[in-house]
């Protein structure tokens, strides 16, 4: 299990992590967040990883929107998880991470940033999940679902 944050600023930009994955030899844009560790439930490990990751401390996260589960063998054995997406409202900010640029590469995380709603619907990049910039349009369109909404990959 783990927790991911949907992070959008008052502009309605959503931060984005770029992460490197060789086994696709491409890479992919995600929310911030990461697995569980003892001790932790998806929510203390969201907060620990946007601490780590973008430097957010103590965030309030709003309510849990989406899930989505996504199995693929990598490096180090790690296969996948299922992950919880909280949304996120904040002022934008500066990243500023509490982990170095050697251990967020380590982990595949090669770049930060802010990404518009035109940014998000004109880009031939890779986002997880696939159906992000739509997902997320709608979402803040709309706003929270009545029920988590599985994403899928």
């Known amino acids: 299990m783990g ?18 994955v060789p086994e696709l030899a491409s890479s992919v844009w995600a929310a911030p967040g990461g697995g569980v560790e003892d001790g932790e439930d998806d929510r203390d490990a969201l907060r620990r990883e946007l601490a780590e990751e973008v430097g957010l401390r103590d965030p309030v996260l709003g309510p849990p929107v989406w899930t989505r589960t996504h ?11 299922t992950e919880r997406y909280y949304l996120l409202r904040t002022p ?4 500023r991470p509490v982990r170095s640029a050697e ?11 802010w990404w518009t ?8 990049e890779l986002f ?10 709608d979402l803040l ?3 929270p679902p009545g029920a988590v909404l599985d994403v899928g990959m």
């Open 3 to 20: 927790g991911a944050g949907l992070v959008v600023d008052e502009l309605d930009r959503v931060l984005l992590l770029r992460y490197d």
């Open 71 to 81: 199995v693929f063998p990598m490096a180090g054995g790690y296969d996948g998880q």
């Open 92 to 95: 934008s900010f500066e990243p």
């Open 103 to 113: 251990q967020l590469s380590a982990e595949g995380i090669t770049e930060t940033r």
């Open 117 to 124: 709603a035109a940014d998000r619907q004109q880009t031939d």
């Open 128 to 137: 997880a999940p696939r159906r992000l910039p739509a997902l997320l349009a």
């Open 141 to 143: 369109a709309s706003g």
